[in-house]
Structure formats: structure tokens, C-alpha cells
């Protein structure tokens, strides 16, 4: 019985360093992640988690009907330059949105905004890129982020897509926030 207390005390004691560690490497990034579905093609005001910014979305002429996007900070007024063609929005820290764009008026990929700098860095671009899509002409719409991971649909031909399926298993994939481990998902 000595031994099989000294083995729970030991892997007890692990556990708590590795805790640790986790809240250290959250605390020193400044950054905890969020986890939550995606907004899709919606029109509104998306306010940050600690309510320092705000996602506006809003259905423009210009870009055939489609959704543009623009962060706006609160403390100090700046904006982002406007996005178009915008699918899928979602909050995965107090200073950093995830977003989806389409090949249709826009530049496709995911991409994850740094609100403190206000500059987009794109995790996911275009696979395919033919004559008349310069930018590419892969479609992505955002599903969710849950756990450092990044679900969404994709179709590497927007013109091929059957959009009565595109939000289906069949169009589902993954990436790792990190732009690691594009793959198809199937387990969900």
C-alpha cells in the first residue's frame, strides 16, 4: 500500500507541475483561447470577449452583395481596413478574430486579425489558382474553433461546389491554429 500512496503523490505532483506550466505559458501570452461556433454570413456589431473591440459586418453593393468586415477598437477609435467577401467570423481571444473569406470578390483563405496591431496574417490560403481567379479559387466558410483548432468548409473549386452539400461532412476539414494539419474531418 506504501508504494501504490508514493505513485499517487508522484503522478500528483506531476500533474500540478504541468497545470502550472499550462497557466504560466496563458499568462505570459497575455491570451487565453476561446473556444464557440462561427458567426456565418450575418450582418451586425460582434463585440470582443473583454469588450475592447468590435467585429462590424455589414452586406455591401460593392462587393456583390456579400459581407465586408472592419474591427474597430474602442479604446482609441481605430478601424481596420474594410475585408470583403467575408463567411465566418469568430472570437478566439480578447485580440484576435478568425475569419473565412471567399474567392468572390475577396482573397480566399482563413485568417486569424491581431487586433493590438491591426493586421491580418492568413493561416490557410488557396490550394487551386486557374486562369481568371488570380487570388485563387477555393471556397472556405469558417464552422468553429474549439481546442487550438479550426473547422471549416472548403471546396478547392467555388465553381464546382454543390451548395446544397457545402455545409456537410463531405466539405468539412481542419487546421491547427498554428497553419499545421490541414486534413479532412472524419469524426464529427
Not at 463567411?87 to 480578447?94: F, H, L, Q, R, V
Not at 473565412?100 to 491591426?118: A, E, Q, T
Amino acid at each position: 500500500m506504501g508504494a501504490s500512496k508514493k505513485n499517487i503523490t508522484r503522478w500528483s505532483l506531476i500533474s500540478v507541475i504541468i497545470v502550472s506550466l499550462s497557466l504560466l505559458t496563458i499568462a505570459r501570452s497575455g491570451e487565453s483561447l476561446l473556444s464557440g461556433p462561427a458567426i456565418t454570413h450575418q450582418e451586425g456589431s460582434f463585440i470582443s470577449p473583454g469588450g475592447g473591440y468590435t467585429a462590424l459586418t455589414e452586406v455591401t453593393a460593392m462587393a456583390g452583395g456579400g459581407i465586408s468586415l472592419t474591427i474597430v477598437s474602442k479604446s482609441d477609435d481605430r478601424r481596420s481596413d474594410p475585408i470583403d467577401a467575408v463567411t465566418g467570423i469568430a472570437w478566439i481571444s480578447e485580440n484576435k478574430l478568425l475569419y473565412s473569406v471567399s474567392p468572390i470578390y475577396g482573397i480566399p483563405g482563413i485568417f486569424v486579425f491581431d487586433c493590438r496591431k491591426m493586421k491580418a496574417k492568413r493561416i490557410l490560403g488557396p490550394k487551386t489558382c486557374r486562369k481568371g481567379w488570380s487570388d485563387g479559387d477555393d471556397n472556405f466558410e469558417l464552422k468553429k474553433f474549439s481546442e487550438g483548432t479550426i473547422y471549416f468548409y472548403y471546396a478547392p473549386d467555388v465553381e464546382l461546389v454543390d451548395y446544397d452539400e457545402f455545409k456537410t461532412k463531405k466539405y468539412l476539414y481542419q487546421i491547427n491554429l498554428d497553419g499545421t494539419g490541414f486534413k479532412k474531418v472524419h469524426n464529427q
